[in-house]
């Protein structure tokens, strides 16, 4: 008995002259299956073999006797720009060297608010151009109040200057005689010593404190708001102001006022704790975590009040020394896991802490106790980096551990979890990091020192694609392979399977169908 081959097409036939598929609705539908299948595969394995070169290209050794290329004659640019100003805040000569002019599109923004009205209008009634009118005014006010048109040129540049270690580099430009904009007076002024280093406790796993004006940022967005002549925006800002007063018994100006222009976090891993936390219905074993919110305060107003609600509160714990108020209650947080949450009032600074002891361990590294400047990790980020500044970040390799386990154990409960966590763990790879910003007479320089560079920060952002492609096409596969349901009319198409042509399991042809 004579069987019909698997319908094939030499690629002259598949397309016609302008790219169309030739073929029955039926054999067009049937390839595109078989071809959707191999762009996918092509699909996942770019980004793999992307980031392999990343990872394995050496840098080719040039012969002996190779001439040295003739060097390209300088010239200047005809348009003004900020290109000096910028590289000489930079590292040259690492794996990074970037400039980006930005003056003429950043002066172009209020510009361009208005011809994205302008287009939006025409496809608007009069009453509708008149009610989105205020909407428009108030976004180009907030343009040429936050300072964003003085960026006039931004940079960036990473250099391996040690083994295992990078220093990484971003430059906001504005010019000197155009840098009153609030984003350029949101985090501080002047740089200063960073005292903020001082109290972190030796468990730190990632902190960060700096200066940014909390008062000055929430009072700008109130007034434009109430100069914005937007009904329900104004009565919004009313009642958010109500609803304050209302719940604490403190006026929003008062708890501005007494606010100091500066605010931190401090996240902690006791090694020396070791703690059982359900995560994802199941229980994992880590190093005990602690967090505290710092806001810096020129008064204990918020203290006094917030203690003064605790009012007769069963549990609370009170301590009143000379240089520490403090009020904390136990709380169970799992079986055999008790914190003690609280807040207190130290050092110029009101305390949100998830448990009291945080509190204790700043104190003592501050007046010289255990700290994590002690630590060799901190030694080897910080060394080279500006003594002053307005902020620093820290980022511990533990903390970067922590994060990947959880990571990983929240993958575990979720449908192609382990294809996700095997790549995770493979291109994201824990990495430590300490920055420090600050705020220079034209612009705003970010330093930061870590055991990632350029190449490895892309890392995670080219791997993304291949575990959504590693997730996605299991699925697509599927569908591809699953009947549809039946319909009226026709009888349904059978569904594409990538055999080889030959291959004996080939499904046969469909009836109707050419050989």
């Not at 169309?20 to 054999?27: I, K």
């Not at 020396?272 to 810096?296: D, E, F, K, R, Y």
């Amino acid at each position: 008995m004579k069987t019909k081959s698997k319908i094939q097409y030499p690629i002259s036939e598949v397309f016609g002259a302008r790219g169309a598929l030739r073929g029955s609705t039926r054999e067009k539908r049937r390839l595109w299956f078989r071809i959707s299948d191999f762009e996918f595969r092509i699909f996942l394995l770019l980004p793999l073999l992307a980031l392999a070169s990343c990872q394995k290209a050496e840098t080719p050794t040039p012969p002996e006797n190779a001439a040295s290329p003739t060097p390209t004659p300088a010239s200047a640019s005809v348009t003004p720009n900020s290109f000096n100003d910028v590289t000489a805040q930079l590292d040259s000569g690492g794996d990074l060297y970037l400039y980006l002019s930005t003056a003429q599109w950043t002066a172009k923004l209020a510009h361009g608010v208005d011809v994205l009205q302008q287009m939006s209008s025409a496809n608007q009634t009069p009453e509708q151009s008149q009610q989105s009118a205020p909407y428009i005014a108030l976004l180009k006010d907030i343009i040429q109040k936050s300072g964003l048109q003085a960026v006039s040129g931004v940079g960036a540049s990473s250099l391996n200057y040690a083994p295992g270690l990078y220093r990484n580099k971003v430059f906001l430009h504005h010019y000197p005689s155009d840098g009153s904009g609030i984003i350029w007076s949101l985090y501080g002024t002047q740089p200063h010593a960073l005292t903020g280093l001082d109290f972190l406790p030796p468990a730190t796993a990632a902190a960060g404190v700096g200066d940014f004006d909390l008062a000055q940022f929430i009072r700008f967005l109130r007034d434009e708001a109430s100069q914005s002549g937007i009904p329900q925006l104004q009565q919004s800002v009313t009642q958010l102001q109500t609803q304050l007063t209302g719940l604490t018994g403190l006026k929003l100006d008062d708890v501005l006022d007494s606010l100091n222009g500066s605010i931190g976090i401090i996240f902690t891993l006791d090694v020396n704790n070791i703690v059982n936390v359900p995560i994802g219905g199941q229980t994992v074993a880590m190093p005990s975590p602690g967090l505290a919110l710092l806001i810096a305060v020129k008064s204990d107003l918020i203290f006094k009040q917030v203690d003064k609600m605790l009012g007769g509160t069963p549990g609370v714990v009170k301590v009143d020394e000379p240089d520490l108020q403090m009020r904390s209650i136990a709380l169970p947080f799992a079986p055999g896991l008790t914190y003690r949450p609280g807040i207190a009032q130290w050092n110029g600074f009101l305390i949100i802490t998830s448990d009291d002891s945080i509190v204790r361990t700043m104190i003592a590294a501050q007046k010289g106790g255990p700290s994590f400047k002690a630590d060799p990790e901190f030694a080897t980020l910080s060394a080279g980096l500006p003594q002053q500044g307005n902020s620093f970040a820290v980022s511990t390799k533990r903390f970067a551990d922590f994060i990947q386990k959880l990571q990983t154990q929240i993958y575990a409960n979720q449908p192609h979890g382990a294809q996700q966590a095997a790549l995770l763990q493979r291109f994201q790879k824990p990495g430590s990091f300490m920055s420090v910003g600050s705020i220079l007479p034209n612009g705003w320089l970010t330093v930061s020192q870590g055991t990632q560079g350029a190449v490895q920060l892309l890392i995670p952002a080219v791997a993304a694609p291949a575990m959504a492609a590693a997730v996605t096409l299991p699925a697509l596969n599927a569908f591809h392979h699953t009947a549809p349901p039946a319909q009226p009319g026709p009888p349904p198409i059978p569904p594409a399977t990538s055999f080889p042509p030959g291959n004996p399991a080939s499904p046969a042809p469909i009836p109707g169908t050419s050989p």
